[in-house]
């Protein structure tokens, strides 16, 4: 079972830039996306973007467009979000996840890491 691992999550000042990283357990995982979640405290769950695997194509919700940009290393299986111009709304807890089909749900995930952004 692949595992997701996501880091480089801490304290950031508002305005500051963060890098996430999340390496998958097995260098032969080559899903179809990784994607990029994240959850505030009581707040449902919110799609930050994704990226295709192949082609390297990505998405980025509107909330982060513009400040946040999704990247990926094939060669070391991972995948990164490059937070940009942080602000206090996005704190929250950052997950990775993964599919492996365009109509598949997000099956595999990271354990998450948390990102807290005072102003």
């Known amino acids: 079972q692949v595992q997701l691992a996501e880091s480089g999550g801490g304290l950031a000042q508002a305005g500051d830039s963060l890098r996430l990283s999340c390496a998958a357990s097995?260098?032969?995982?080559?899903?179809?996306?990784m994607g990029w979640f994240r959850q505030a405290p009581g707040k449902e769950q919110e799609f930050v973007g994704r990226?295709?695997?192949?082609?390297?194509?990505?998405y980025s919700s509107n909330s982060v467009k513009g400040r946040f940009t999704i990247s990926r290393d094939n060669a070391k299986n991972t995948v990164y979000l490059q937070m940009n111009s942080l602000k206090p709304e996005d704190t929250a807890i950052y997950y990775c996840a993964g599919k492996m089909a365009s109509y598949d749900t997000w099956t595999y995930w990271g354990q998450g890491t948390q990102v807290t952004v005072s102003s």
């Open positions: 990226i295709n695997w192949n082609d390297g194509s990505t």
């Open positions: 097995e260098r032969t995982f080559r899903p179809y996306a």
